[in-house]
């Protein structure tokens, strides 16, 4: 089946793009979505949907203050938005300037510190700081929350604290996986008072999350590279949760990228499911990889994607004509998507990184992709 961009687009009203966080963490909405129906309820309802032996895996990704202002070494302004540091005093990053940057032009930073252009790898630049030193350490002194476009308010304070998950410890991340947004530390020990297991992994959302599809035919488009790492201790609750009958909860695309991506590309989870009875069950636990994974990830996720590991995805509304769109919509299913979209729109959710939550559950396997 040809999928193209326009299964994924919407009309929103600019009036829905939240602007601002809600006043605590929890005090969202929720839109609970099924097949045939939704549900408008608040965030904290998410309780009422879980069972013992449930298992939420979290991304623990930390948003760097990614984004610097400066100048080239000509006078003109440039601005700079880092989207990996791959060694201590290298970094790949999108840079911003009346003319691009040739290699070995000198660049000046928040008039603090030097970079040197060393090249160009597909759309992103390759920066040398000029005195050695510390990507991360720089950042933190100097740069900026890299807020998405659709937020129209230079980043302050209030969004250097909101703009982060209450877990968030592994710096690398230049956009913040939004569907933890919602949790504080609280609500976290009230799901496992109820039972439910916790796991981390670690998927470093890029730029790239927000970089249009420029393709019609969406076959043809290259998804961009983002890091991730599993733990083995993920590896192994994941596989315990299965195999005892809890359902595996995605705490944002971010989360499920890494889960399925990991299961796709390093073969870590087998599949109970598709096997038979208890002892296939055993022997499938036994079999698989108990050690960490990590790589890079391209993992294009399409209506016809066969899901692997994830049963339930709570996640926030997303842009249209997306690839996240795209991801949800093989999720749950386009025509599900379509509907529980509309729906948002009629009741006035809030939208994209500081809006509202939505829970889907994952469509079954043999369902129509198409609407």
């Known amino acids: 089946m040809t999928l193209s961009l326009d299964d994924f687009d919407y009309a929103l009203p600019e009036a829905l793009i939240a602007q601002h966080p809600s006043a605590e963490r929890t005090a969202s909405r929720l839109l609970r979505v099924q097949t045939d129906a939704q549900y408008d309820e608040i965030f904290t309802d998410l309780l009422h ?22 100048r080239r070494d000509s006078g003109g302004a440039i601005e700079v938005l880092i989207e990996r540091v791959i060694a201590g005093d290298e970094a790949l990053a999108h840079v911003r300037a009346s003319h691009a ?65 209450v877990y968030a410890r592994a710096p690398g991340a230049v956009a913040a996986p939004t569907a933890g947004l919602h949790f504080d530390q609280d609500f976290i020990a009230r799901l496992r008072g109820l039972g439910v297991q916790t796991a981390w992994v670690t998927l470093h959302v890029g730029a790239g999350t927000f970089q249009p599809v420029r393709v019609t035919d969406i076959a043809d488009h290259r998804m961009h590279a983002e890091r991730y790492q599993i733990p083995a201790e993920t590896v192994a609750a994941v596989r315990t949760a299965r195999l005892l009958g809890g359902r595996i909860w995605a705490v944002g695309t971010t989360s499920l990228r890494a889960l399925e991506a990991a299961a796709v590309e390093a073969d870590a989870f087998a599949d109970p499911r598709s096997q038979s009875g208890p002892e296939a069950d055993e022997a499938s636990h036994h079999r698989a990889p108990q050690c960490a994974i990590e790589g890079d990830t391209r ?37 599900t998507i379509r509907r529980a979209y509309a729906h948002a729109i009629g009741e006035r959710y809030r939208f994209f990184s500081y809006g509202d939550a939505m829970l889907l559950e994952r469509s079954p396997p043999d369902a129509e992709p198409a609407p």
């Open 299 to 335: 993992l294009f996720i399409t209506p016809g994607y066969r899901f692997r590991v994830v049963d339930r995805l709570l996640t926030n509304f997303h842009l249209p004509r997306s690839t996240l769109m795209m991801l949800v919509s093989a999720f749950a299913g386009m025509a």
């Open 101 to 165: 940057p040739r290699a070995g032009t000198r660049l000046r930073l928040d008039d603090a510190f030097e970079v040197d252009v060393l090249g160009r790898t597909d759309d992103l630049y390759r920066l040398r700081l000029a005195d050695g030193g510390d990507w991360y350490s720089l950042l933190e002194r100097h740069g900026s929350i890299p807020l998405p476009p659709y937020i129209t308010h230079p980043a302050g304070e209030t969004d250097a604290g909101r703009y982060q998950t």
């Open 49 to 70: 949907q879980v069972r013992p032996g449930d298992l939420f895996v979290f991304n623990d990704t930390r948003v760097i203050r990614a984004r610097l202002r400066g």
